[in-house]
């Protein structure tokens, strides 16, 4: 098992991954899930947000058994306000780990090459969101050193 940079060959397998992310957030949570009339827009968005935006940091790890991706975390600087003291923050979007693959430490590997990246250029806070419904992920993250911060309410109307 290694744990690299994403690389350009491997947005047809991210986005496969990508999709198996957000069917499992739609079976916690109904409410989150893939918009219609997607085809084709995916691997154009991945492609845009993790190679044609400038980033100060790898935006995105992968982790392979050297013959199919089984992993992945994504990420991005914060833009801090000017009137808050805060000291520079990449957030994580996304972390996939492939079902058969799961509880063997990947995760917990992905998550560590990107907050050493972030660290590394200059972005020593990490913050992460999940689905409030979703309790395995939540007890992941709060595994990782993660912690209760701010509250995300949501109102559909």
């Known amino acids: 098992m290694r744990v690299r940079r994403l690389e350009r060959a491997?947005?047809?397998?991210?986005?496969?991954?990508?999709?198996?992310?957000?069917a499992h957030g739609h079976e916690v949570d109904?409410?989150?899930?893939?918009?219609?009339?997607r085809d084709g827009l995916l691997r154009d968005h991945?492609?845009?947000?993790?190679?044609?935006?400038?980033?100060?940091?790898?935006p995105a790890w992968v982790a392979d058994d050297r013959e199919a991706l089984v992993g992945f975390v994504h990420?991005?600087?914060?833009?801090?306000?000017p009137v808050l003291h805060q000291p520079p923050?990449?957030?994580i979007a996304d972390l996939w780990v492939r079902a058969d693959r799961r509880r063997r430490g990947i995760g917990r590997m992905l998550v560590a090459a990107f907050v050493e990246g972030a660290a590394a250029a200059g972005y020593p806070r990490v913050e992460v969101g999940t689905l409030a419904r979703d309790e395995a992920a939540v007890a992941f993250w709060r595994s990782q050193g993660?912690?209760?911060w701010r509250v995300?309410?949501?109102r559909q109307g």
């Open 146 to 148: 993660f912690g209760d």
């Open 30 to 37: 109904p409410r989150f899930g893939p918009s219609t009339g």
């Open 10 to 22: 491997d947005l047809p397998a991210l986005a496969r991954a990508w999709e198996d992310l957000v």
């Open 46 to 58: 991945l492609f845009h947000a993790l190679f044609e935006v400038r980033h100060p940091f790898p």
């Open 75 to 81: 990420g991005f600087p914060l833009h801090a306000l």
């Open 152 to 154: 995300d309410l949501l």
């Open 89 to 91: 923050t990449a957030r």
